[in-house]
């Protein structure tokens, strides 16, 4: 399916998020905060990335920038636990192309693959 790359620093989540992305087929990549998610994208060059938007160390708002500012071109869906509108356009100007509240209904993979549909009938 995709290379989807998870950036967060909450263990239990990420697990999860490994488990389910893993079980619908796709090849998953992690990273416990911005900087190391930073690095990991631009190693690995994921199809989308789950960016968390509040971590320690450079939190996702930062990191999706820094992404977008070194020619990024990978999809990035913000991950947080506000569903405030100021927080959604917080994140899409910061670079993100989507925001995912948490906590993740049972209807999240059918989203990202819609997410990933998209970009590729686009290109």
């Known amino acids: ?3 989807i790359l998870i950036v967060d620093d909450d263990v239990d989540i990420t697990k999860m998020l490994v488990r389910r992305l893993k079980k619908a087929g796709h090849e ?7 900087k190391v998610g930073v690095e990991t994208a631009l190693s690995i060059a994921p199809a989308l990335t789950l960016m968390d938007m509040h971590m320690p160390v450079m939190d996702g708002y930062e990191a999706s920038r820094t992404l977008r ?3 990024f071109t990978g999809i ?10 100021s927080d959604k356009n917080k994140s899409i100007e910061a670079g993100c192309d989507y925001f995912i509240p948490k906590p993740f209904g049972s209807d999240f993979e059918g989203a990202l693959s819609a997410i990933l549909e998209k970009r590729r009938a686009d290109s």
Do not use: F, P, R, Y
């Open 69 to 71: 500012a070194k020619g």
């Open 1 to 3: 399916m995709a290379k």
């Open 76 to 85: 990035i869906v913000a991950l947080t636990a506000s569903a405030m509108a």
């Open 28 to 34: 998953v990549h992690t990273a416990e905060n911005g």
